[in-house]
């Protein structure tokens, strides 16, 4: 798969404050401009420290950023880096655009440039559930004030037909897209000319709070509409199939149904491949004959090996060998990942300022939170191409 890099967020900011500013310095008759005012202001929950869409997780790696923007142009642009009060579930489920518009207002005045950073998806912060969080209102707040405003990390899906007026000043900057896998996945049909495509969505998709491995059943359920919706049956026909990788039957039952319709199965789900890829090669189905494709959206997440052969508690040597084995008919679709970074010395700094602003920003000590290595890594790209 072509590397997809996180969009460096001071790149973007860049270009469009100096769209903004051209136009605010332009209207002062004066000889020498003063430096144009941004505020860079995030917005968000604070709690589910766990999750990549928490403020807690997120607030390090932007006020990085804006330290680094100002770095750059220091002389041009005066940049500063706030939260609104809103921080906990219940108050930005509740009045988040309330909260919002009273900052907003409090704080503007003639020349200053306001910047919004939102983490993207219906949930700020884990344990916001259920879509509560009114997204598109806040959104559509900030496009009335002509406010850009970066939706990070999930990001919605505003391209194309799915882009609304109201959100027509929203960037958004998804980390990983679920539509590049997608993308990668029907060109990989097309190349092979794979026709019947045996589609699984595992319902035990891993642990419950994790969005973004809850989000591969609908990525293969997608391929499957897109298949569906191709003309003239070009890209073949779908059969779609419900499984529960932690029911022994289910398993048998969905190799039994995908060896009778297909040899190309697109498994969605995370854990769960595991289970399933040993309980086929125990069918004679992993001796090349049968292909299975999966997804990994975080390939740099620390102790996590949701799509992997590997369990870091499973030392059987014959289990151990048996899941490599097995393995080797599994196809994982996932983005490039530069692991030497975290080698480095200046992967640890970064890694020792994530946490000291995680305890000074929000009163979460090392114990209670350890930072997604994904926000490293976004930090990283962030300062190499500022």
């Known amino acids: 798969m072509v590397a997809h890099r996180f969009g460096p967020i001071s790149v973007c900011i860049s270009y469009i404050f100096v769209q903004h500013c051209l136009v605010v310095a332009t209207s002062f008759k004066m000889s020498r401009p ?7 202001v995030a917005f968000g929950a604070v709690t589910g420290t766990r999750s990549r869409t928490s403020l807690a997780v997120l607030g390090p790696t932007y006020s990085l950023a804006v330290e680094d923007l100002q770095r750059k142009y220091n002389e041009s642009l005066h940049f500063t880096y706030s939260e609104p009060g809103a921080r906990t579930c219940l108050t930005v489920v509740s009045k988040s655009s309330e909260f919002l518009a009273d ?40 496009s009335f004030w002509n406010s850009l405003t970066l939706n990070t990390i999930t990001g919605i899906d505003l391209t194309r037909e799915n882009l609304l007026p109201m959100l027509s000043t929203v960037l958004s900057l998804a980390q990983n897209p679920a539509e590049k896998h ?27 709070q994790d969005i973004f491995v809850q989000s591969y059943g609908p990525m293969m359920k997608q391929v499957g509409l ?7 049956n070009e890209l ?22 995908f060896q009778s319709v297909s040899r190309v199965m697109l498994f969605g789900g995370s854990e769960g491949i595991r289970k399933l890829m040993l309980a086929a090669r125990l069918q004679n189905m992993t001796d090349g004959s049968y292909v299975y494709i999966t997804v990994d959206m975080w390939p740099e997440a620390p102790n996590q090996f949701w799509s992997s052969w590997y369990r870091p508690d499973i030392t059987d040597h014959a289990e151990v060998y048996a899941a490599t084995e097995a393995f080797r008919s599994v196809l994982t679709i996932s983005r490039y990942y530069d692991g030497d970074f975290l080698k480095t010395n200046r992967s640890m700094d970064l890694f020792r300022e994530f946490r000291r602003r995680t305890n000074t920003m929000y009163n ?23």
């Open 226 to 232: 897109l298949m569906l919706a191709a003309p003239r």
């Open 103 to 142: 900052y907003y207002y409090r704080q503007e005045r003639l020349g200053k440039v306001f910047v919004f950073v939102h983490g993207g998806g219906e949930m700020p912060g884990f344990p916001c559930s259920n879509g509560d969080f009114p997204t598109a209102a806040v959104l559509s707040l900030t």
């Open 34 to 40: 003063t430096a144009v005012e941004v505020e860079v």
């Open 182 to 208: 997608v993308n990668v996945i029907v060109s990989l049909l097309r190349q092979y000319a794979w026709k019947t495509i045996f589609i699984v969505h595992d319902k035990i998709s891993g642990n419950p």
């Open 364 to 386: 979460i000590t090392a114990d209670e939170f350890t930072p997604d290595v994904s926000c490293v890594y976004l930090r990283r790209k962030t300062a190499s191409t500022s």
């Open 236 to 257: 073949g026909v779908p059969t779609f199939h419900e499984m529960r990788s932690n029911d022994d039957d289910s398993c048998s039952d969905t190799l039994a149904k």
